[in-house]
């Protein structure tokens, strides 16, 4: 990733960065050929039918990926965002390394003179177009093509023959997928009597009237449920209980840390004392490092930039104000207004980045830098130069291009560079990356921005809280044990919680944020096993207890009886009213004469379509709705057992769309093939994940 990647948070080039960076490391040799055969498995984060995925590979993708959604979200670092990361790169590297052995199965390549076609020939790769596009023409560049491979072959240094070999492995993987895309749509087609059946589950209208025996007419104290019950539901939903993956069943006590009231008034006096403070200073940016819990940049900003509270005030506020303190998001906020001015909204830029280092130090960078921005005001092409000198790889293929951006997406010295110039101008400018050749393209708009020195104290809990809570904490992991678990919770009077499906990578349990090593602990421990400490988050304090181990696969009948004893329960009620129905049916020739045998009353339905089966005011009751298409007129049904009730039902009429013509009939069959390709996708992939061998590993390392 090029460092400019670093600077600015551009959300699409961050999407297509993501997903570059993971085909590439998917398609590259993973596993070092050093490593000894016993390590490789230690290492290995997961496999796919035996294509594993080595550690270092994994957390370098899921490093790269988390600053990446970092700059995206705008936020700093946090064990969310990381999360969030791994499950990302390992989702990828399921769906890619499935797809990639189905493709090699079905014999699917792509020939070295097609490979050249789609880099050179009339009709280019998306790829190739987007990394050589004129930034000041917005259209493909062939020479600046032609001109790259002639110096890759001859002048590329490893790095950058690195990443065009990783260009061309997108391509092709690209080509690859498209192959098999288009193999797979060729396979889904619509016939002329799917269509017109389609057609008339939208249009034909049912009107009908139903009688129904809801299961909560049967209380459930009168259901007495045997194994037998149990067993018979179990049987029949078996398909329904095959757990993907190793789960746990945690009971678990939470004791609360947050702050309280004392502790924001304490956070209250504290930043008081440093308004004070911060008004009599007179070295504004060394107090904000010095004090804030925030370190915001002592720079420009413009409006949106900061909370709404202090987005309100400061940029109406005299310079040399300190306002506030205002509370935002758990925390108070002071500011001094240092300076007010206008400047542009936003600016189109492209850079040239010398590796300080890699020149000889900053003041030889600097001498490179003049030297490069004198040959581009003699009228050398930027995009050239920055094709080769630039070592922002992100950017060096676009000719330097940086693309439009607001004020603070970039680094302060790069930021008030650009905001500070003029359009035309070309600027060396040092910060933290380099040293930057920047040309500022074109400048946009005209607001107000504002110097501030912005202090924030976050209200965070005191010793007195913590201690309380840790307090009783400690008490209940002193007397609790696997045995008197819920009983201990019950005598202390705390809250005893439970989830029952935790998986390896969660990182909360019902909403609330765990740390990873209580679930490290709970997938290692044995059924019944309690915690060996007290876990503890910014928050609050945990002790927890497996209570439950559910194992890959079918689970048991004793695994699911407690989470399918409703269903059970209704299926035996179904039972007891569908006697009661077909009674009150036998002998009747109207469902009217069978409501009135029973003292209920008939209800009349009107304009129901089979594609949206519904009931109004009661539930969806396809069951029930399929049965009324399937009648002829004034018909009256046998029971059918619903989702929530017993019902029995007489048709009154059918009313009958328009019979389709030809260009209808063709647009209904295109309409249904296009979603029919689009599920497809997702049902290959669903197909490939259940016969795959699939081993998940994370939890050893994250």
């Known amino acids: 990733?090029?460092?400019?990647?670093?600077?600015?948070?551009?959300?699409?080039?961050?999407?297509?960065?993501?997903?570059?960076?993971?085909?590439?490391?998917?398609?590259?040799?993973?596993?070092?050929?050093?490593?000894?055969?016993?390590?490789?498995?230690?290492?290995?984060?997961?496999?796919?039918?035996?294509?594993?995925?080595?550690?270092?590979?994994?957390?370098?993708?899921?490093?790269?990926?988390?600053?990446?959604?970092?700059?995206?979200?705008?936020?700093?670092?946090?064990?969310?965002?990381?999360?969030?990361?791994?499950?990302?790169?390992?989702?990828?590297?399921?769906?890619?390394?499935?797809?990639?052995?189905?493709?090699?199965?079905?014999?699917?390549?792509?020939?070295?003179?097609?490979?050249?076609?789609?880099?050179?020939?009339k009709n280019p790769s998306p790829q190739i177009i987007q990394a050589f596009t004129n930034p000041e023409t917005g259209m493909f560049d062939r020479n600046q093509l032609t001109t790259f491979l002639s110096q890759i072959s001859t002048q590329g240094t490893p790095e950058m023959r690195q990443q065009w070999e990783t260009l061309l492995e997108n391509i092709k993987n690209e080509r690859l997928n498209q192959k098999y895309s288009n193999l797979l749509s060729s396979s889904v087609y619509v016939t002329a009597l799917e269509a017109q059946e389609e057609y008339n589950q939208r249009n034909k209208l049912a009107n009908f009237k139903y009688l129904m025996l809801d299961y909560s007419t049967v209380k459930d104290s009168e259901i007495k449920l045997t194994d037998a019950d149990y067993k018979a539901y179990y049987d029949q939903h078996k398909n329904g209980f095959k757990n993907p993956e190793e789960s746990r069943t945690i009971e678990y006590v939470l004791f609360d840390a947050k702050p309280t009231a004392n502790d924001s008034a304490a956070t209250k006096s504290t930043i008081d004392q440093l308004k004070a403070q911060l008004i009599a200073s007179t070295n504004d940016s060394l107090f904000v490092v010095s004090n804030s819990d925030t370190k915001h940049p002592f720079t420009y900003i413009r409006k949106g930039q900061v909370?709404?509270?202090?987005?309100?005030?400061?940029?109406?506020?005299?310079?040399?104000?300190?306002?506030?303190?205002?509370?935002?998001?758990?925390?108070?906020?002071?500011?001094?207004?240092?300076?007010?001015?206008?400047?542009?909204?936003?600016?189109?830029?492209?850079?040239?980045?010398?590796?300080?280092?890699?020149?000889?130090?900053?003041?030889?960078?600097?001498?490179?830098?003049?030297?490069?921005?004198?040959?581009?005001?003699?009228?050398?092409?930027?995009?050239a130069l920055a094709v080769q000198f630039s070592t922002d790889q992100g950017s060096k293929v676009n000719g330097g291009d940086l693309g439009t951006f607001a004020r603070g997406q970039m680094v302060p010295e790069f930021d008030e560079a650009v905001f500070s110039g003029k359009a035309g101008d070309v600027v060396v400018v040092n910060s933290r990356f380099g040293t930057h050749i920047i040309k500022i393209e074109k400048q946009i708009g005209n607001s107000k921005i504002v110097k501030a020195a912005i202090v924030d104290k976050a209200i965070t809990s005191g010793k007195a809280t913590t201690d309380a809570a840790y307090t009783k904490a400690n008490n209940f992991f002193a007397d609790a044990n696997s045995k008197n678990f819920t009983e201990v919770a019950s005598k202390q009077?705390?809250?005893?919680?439970?989830?029952?499906?935790?998986?390896?990578?969660?990182?909360?349990?019902?909403?609330?944020?765990?740390?990873?090593?209580?679930?490290?602990?709970?997938?290692?421990?044995?059924?019944?096993?309690?915690?060996?400490?007290?876990?503890?988050?910014?928050?609050?304090?945990?002790?927890?207890?497996?209570?439950?181990?559910?194992?890959?696969?079918?689970?048991?009948?004793?695994?699911?009886?407690?989470?399918?004893?409703?269903?059970?329960?209704?299926?035996?009620?179904?039972?007891?009213?569908?006697?009661?129905?077909?009674?009150?049916?036998?002998?009747?020739?109207?469902?009217?004469?069978?409501?009135?045998?029973?003292?209920?009353?008939?209800?009349?339905?009107?304009?129901?379509?089979?594609?949206?089966?519904?009931?109004?005011?009661?539930?969806?009751?396809?069951?029930?709705?399929?049965?009324?298409?399937?009648?002829?007129?004034?018909?009256?049904?046998?029971?059918?057992?619903?989702?929530?009730?017993?019902?029995?039902?007489?048709?009154?009429?059918?009313?009958?769309?328009?019979?389709?013509?030809?260009?209808?009939?063709?647009?209904?069959?295109?309409?249904?093939?296009?979603?029919?390709?689009?599920?497809?996708?997702?049902?290959?992939?669903?197909?490939?994940?259940?016969?795959?061998?699939?081993?998940?590993?994370?939890?050893?390392?994250?």
């Open 493 to 702: 009077g705390v809250s005893l919680q439970k989830v029952d499906r935790a998986i390896a990578m969660d990182n909360n349990f019902n909403g609330t944020e765990v740390p990873r090593d209580l679930v490290r602990w709970a997938f290692e421990a044995k059924k019944g096993d309690i915690s060996e400490k007290v876990f503890e988050t910014d928050h609050n304090f945990i002790v927890a207890r497996v209570s439950d181990i559910q194992p890959k696969g079918l689970l048991s009948l004793e695994a699911v009886k407690p989470h399918i004893e409703v269903q059970v329960r209704n299926e035996v009620k179904a039972k007891m009213l569908t006697e009661k129905l077909n009674n009150a049916l036998a002998g009747a020739s109207t469902i009217d004469q069978a409501a009135q045998k029973i003292g209920k009353a008939a209800i009349n339905v009107e304009n129901i379509v089979l594609a949206n089966p519904v009931l109004p005011g009661v539930a969806l009751e396809p069951a029930v709705v399929g049965t009324a298409f399937g009648l002829q007129p004034n018909k009256v049904s046998k029971s059918v057992k619903g989702a929530q009730g017993v019902y029995a039902v007489q048709v009154v009429g059918f009313t009958n769309p328009a019979e389709l013509v030809a260009s209808d009939m063709n647009n209904q069959k295109k309409q249904m093939q296009t979603s029919r390709a689009q599920r497809s996708w997702s049902a290959i992939y669903q197909a490939l994940q259940s016969k795959a061998d699939i081993d998940d590993n994370r939890i050893k390392f994250y």
């Open 307 to 383: 909370s709404p509270a202090l987005d309100s005030v400061i940029f109406n506020a005299a310079v040399g104000t300190t306002v506030g303190p205002f509370l935002s998001n758990g925390a108070y906020e002071i500011a001094k207004i240092a300076d007010a001015k206008f400047s542009p909204d936003s600016v189109k830029a492209a850079h040239i980045l010398l590796n300080a280092t890699a020149e000889g130090g900053v003041d030889k960078a600097k001498v490179k830098a003049d030297s490069i921005k004198g040959l581009i005001q003699k009228g050398e092409s930027f995009a």
């Open 1 to 121: 990733m090029g460092l400019m990647s670093y600077l600015r948070n551009r959300a699409g080039l961050v999407v297509t960065i993501i997903g570059l960076a993971i085909v590439a490391f998917l398609l590259g040799d993973i596993i070092n050929m050093g490593t000894p055969f016993w390590m490789k498995s230690q290492n290995q984060v997961g496999n796919v039918n035996g294509e594993s995925i080595d550690y270092q590979a994994f957390n370098a993708q899921v490093d790269q990926t988390t600053a990446m959604y970092q700059q995206q979200m705008g936020g700093a670092a946090s064990p969310q965002i990381r999360s969030y990361a791994v499950q990302q790169v390992w989702n990828q590297f399921v769906s890619q390394e499935l797809l990639k052995q189905e493709i090699g199965k079905i014999g699917l390549s792509v020939s070295k003179d097609e490979l050249n076609a789609l880099v050179s020939g």
